[in-house]
């Protein structure tokens, strides 16, 4: 199949689209793989090469470097490869074993690049919709998700906390929730049950510097636990409406009988007429 920057898709009813490389200049070709209120599929099948670009400003100590030196190559070459690997370059390896999301942050999107944030959306540690939100402009909702906390789980959890703070770091100056932040403990007590080890470790382990020493630990007492399901916020019943009066409007409260016992007709028998 020829490039995606050399082939017109002319048709509008075009569903699926695979991208073998990422456009540079041609991306208002490709966005006519799709015609007006019709559902697509895009793919795109990324190179290694795609996560080795380093999108972060580079470190001064790196601009010192000789550019021609050999020394100087192989730690291009090195960066390079660890980059890869921290951006996902490995991800959706069989059996899962690199799925591990081990940078969780968002590369600085260039609006004006011209790949229009592929890039960034292949490296990106954090998700991946936000990523096209703000390209396209979208209004990202600031609302996010929430469960009902179980207190018990969470109660086990804080238990641990200073029983491993009183044990391994007794008279420290810090406090046990340095052990395991609170943010934390209400994490895991909200998103259910836990089926091993390694989904621990996807959930918590990139961000919790004490994975290493305590994880093996915490996944223990997480398979002991009775976690309830999730459980979602109820949303809260909004309240009635209550229409502004202005000159010739008749306030719906007001037609409420005061007597629990009075139908609204008995209510409106004695009262008086609004002006009109």
Same mark, same amino acid.
């Given at each position: 199949?020829?490039?995606?920057?050399?082939?017109?898709?002319?048709?509008?009813?075009?569903?699926?689209?695979?991208?073998?490389?990422?456009?540079?200049?041609?991306?208002?070709? /490709?966005?006519?793989? %799709?015609?007006? #209120?019709?559902?697509?599929?895009?793919?795109?099948?990324?190179?290694?090469?795609?996560?080795?670009?380093?999108?972060?400003? %580079?470190?001064?100590?790196?601009?010192?470097?000789?550019?021609?030196?050999?020394?100087?190559?192989?730690?291009?070459?090195?960066?390079?490869?660890? !980059?890869?690997?921290?951006?996902?370059?490995?991800?959706?390896?069989?059996?899962?074993?690199?799925?591990?999301?081990?940078?969780?942050?968002?590369?600085?999107?260039?609006?004006?690049?011209?790949?229009?944030?592929?890039?960034?959306?292949?490296?990106?540690?954090?998700?991946?919709?936000?990523?096209?939100?703000?390209?396209?402009?979208?209004?990202?909702?600031?609302?996010?998700?929430?469960?009902?906390?179980?207190?018990?789980? %969470?109660? !086990?959890?804080?238990?641990?906390?200073?029983?491993?703070? +009183?044990?391994?770091?007794?008279?420290?100056?810090?406090?046990?929730?340095?052990?395991?932040?609170?943010?934390?403990?209400?994490?895991?007590?909200?998103?259910?049950?836990?089926?091993?080890?390694?989904?621990?470790?996807?959930?918590?382990?990139?961000? /919790?510097? /004490? /994975?290493?020493?305590?994880?093996?630990?915490?996944?223990?007492?997480?398979?002991?636990?009775?976690?309830?399901?999730?459980?979602?916020?109820?949303?809260?019943?909004?309240?009635?409406?209550? +229409?502004?009066?202005?000159? #010739?409007?008749?306030?719906?409260?007001?037609?409420?009988?005061?007597?629990?016992?009075?139908?609204?007709?008995?209510?409106?028998? !004695?009262?008086?007429?609004?002006?009109?």
């Amino acid at each position: 199949m020829p490039k995606c920057g050399k082939y017109r898709m002319e048709k509008q009813s075009l569903k699926k689209a695979i991208l073998i490389t990422i456009p540079r200049g041609t991306v208002p070709v /490709w966005h006519k793989a %799709r015609g007006k #209120g019709q559902v697509g599929l895009a793919i795109l099948l990324a190179e290694r090469s795609a996560y080795k670009e380093d999108l972060t400003a %580079r470190a001064k100590s790196d601009e010192k470097e000789t550019r021609g030196s050999a020394k100087c190559k192989e730690k291009r070459e090195r960066r390079g490869k660890l !980059h890869a690997q921290s951006r996902g370059c490995l991800r959706g390896a069989y059996g899962g074993l690199h799925d591990a999301i081990l940078v969780q942050d968002e590369p600085e999107l260039d609006l004006n690049a011209k790949d229009e944030g592929l890039h960034v959306f292949l490296q990106t540690g954090m998700c991946c919709r936000q990523i096209l939100m703000k390209v396209y402009g979208n209004d990202i909702p600031t609302t996010v998700k929430k469960g009902v906390i179980s207190e018990i789980v %969470r109660k !086990h959890l804080q238990e641990w906390q200073k029983k491993v703070y +009183k044990r391994d770091f007794a008279g420290a100056m810090f406090a046990s929730p340095a052990i395991l932040r609170d943010e934390t403990v209400d994490l895991l007590a909200l998103v259910g049950p836990i089926q091993s080890t390694e989904e621990l470790k996807k959930l918590v382990g990139m961000q /919790w510097q /004490w /994975w290493p020493k305590y994880g093996g630990e915490l996944a223990e007492l997480s398979s002991s636990l009775d976690i309830p399901a999730f459980k979602p916020l109820l949303r809260k019943p909004q309240g009635e409406k209550i +229409k502004k009066a202005v000159e #010739g409007d008749i306030i719906m409260n007001d037609l409420l009988p005061l007597d629990p016992d009075e139908s609204v007709a008995q209510s409106l028998s !004695h009262r008086k007429s609004p002006k009109f």
